[in-house]
């Protein structure tokens, strides 16, 4: 940046010079509520998990025979794989000199935040990819090899399991109530009901007004006859993010099976800011970095539809 690019912050006479971009909280990262409430530390190249299938159900002992012994079945590996990201800015030593208005990014603490701001906006790209690209093996795909949202997700013990609505459909009461009943349906490895609950709904701002409708409406707002709106007894919580690409798809989301389980985001280096001056020039460098990945072995706590 020099006095060039900023000629009116070298020139008296304007009453301010604001960033044009809104400050979200921490809090209010909607990455996070995707990957357990924060991403963990690593102090790897990479991190794998793997995931077995328990044991089958019990059979009729015959009186004077021994009982049927089972074994666990190992499943795949997934790798997270830790990617640098960086960003930087040079200042020249006249745009510091010179300028006239503090909001003007011309200080390590001023410009840690404009970079802060980027890599915030980054992890939300990032990890909402997981879902944008669920039903495409293009970025992310579970230890089974599949799309993320597949139709046919082999099972340990054999057969397959879906976590993706076949058509897809936009979000109404019945492709939501579809929806649910497909997912707290659905079977593990060996054959057993998962007991899932549904927790979140995420949606595109453009879904938005009609999630409402579904959630929070006493009635049926699809019916004329004054039926009580079932949906709303799952107590699903609407996820409103503008980083979802699909306007009219939707994702229910459940807490993962256990700790290990769903999507998991790894981060072997934090944020970090330093700053440099070049010799030569006078000039002062900012640089950002992180080490971050996210992916899903098995995405059995999720359950998707494209939209129509």
């Known amino acids: 940046m020099n006095r060039s690019q900023f000629n009116k912050a070298v020139v008296p006479g304007l009453f301010s010079f604001a960033v044009d971009s809104y400050r979200r909280k921490e809090e209010e990262a909607t990455w996070k509520k995707l990957v357990g409430g924060k991403a963990r530390s690593s102090d790897r190249m990479f991190e794998d998990t ?14 004077g025979k021994e009982i049927t012994y089972d074994d666990f079945v190992q499943g795949p590996t997934k790798r997270w794989v830790h990617s640098t990201y960086g960003l930087g800015t040079r200042i020249t ?17 001023s410009s840690s935040k404009e970079l802060g701001a980027s890599f915030g906006e980054l992890l939300e790209i990032l990890v909402h990819d997981i879902i944008n690209n669920g039903t495409a093996t293009t970025n992310h795909t579970g230890a089974d090899g599949k799309a ?11 057969g397959t399991w879906s976590n993706v609505m076949s058509p897809a459909a936009d979000l109404s009461a019945t492709s939501l109530q579809t929806a649910i009943d497909n997912f707290t349906t659905t079977k593990d490895d060996t054959g057993k009901y998962q007991i899932i609950k549904p927790k979140y709904l995420f949606i595109h701002p453009n879904n938005a007004w009609k999630a409402y409708e579904l959630l929070e409406s006493g009635y049926d707002p699809e019916s004329p006859n004054n039926s009580i709106n079932s949906i709303r007894k799952w107590g699903l919580q609407p996820i409103i993010s ?4 699909g306007r009219t798809a939707f994702t229910l989301y459940a807490d993962p099976t256990h700790s290990d389980a769903g999507v998991i985001a790894f981060m072997r280096r934090k944020f970090t800011v330093k700053q440099d001056s070049d010799f030569e020039t006078g000039d002062l460098k900012f640089k950002a970095t992180m080490r971050f990945s996210v992916e899903c072995a098995k995405s059995n706590n999720m359950y998707h539809s494209a939209g129509a």
């Open 242 to 245: 503008p980083y979802l690409t």
């Open 93 to 109: 030593e006249e745009m510091i000199e010179d300028t006239l208005y503090g909001d003007i990014p011309t200080s390590m603490e």
């Open 50 to 63: 793997a995931y077995f299938a328990g044991l089958g159900f019990p059979v009729v002992k015959p009186e």
């Open 148 to 158: 993320l949202f597949a139709t046919d997700h082999p099972l340990l013990r054999g």
